[in-house]
């Protein structure tokens, strides 16, 4: 498996909202950034993602425009255009913004999320 195959695996995972999944794609040293904290332990991050699946009902994440921007044996970083639709108080929501992903291949050969930074993107 390679480090494209590891972020598709790891955005299905997102979309079962269940965390003990997402967490086999997410390496053990992996820091999260979003807008409004960083996450630096699995726990933390485990908890950012409960919270968002708590607010954001049948929440469908995806990405667009990606683009690996620097990959070598053992890291590839990507950039992409992130969507989520859902539920928001009741209502259907949708949203987007940008995304760094940064994988890594551990000594097994393994492609693991070691970072992710989330962002809002551009107003236009």
Known sequence: MGYQEALEGYIAATNTHDFDEVSKWVSADAVYWFTD???TTKEAIRSYFGQ????????????EDLSWIAVSETQAVCIYTYHWEGIYQGKPASGNGRATNVFAAGQDGEWKLIHEHLSAGEKR
């Open 37 to 39: 904290t960083s996450c």
């Open 52 to 63: 968002a699946w708590d607010m954001v009902k049948e929440e469908v994440y995806t990405a």
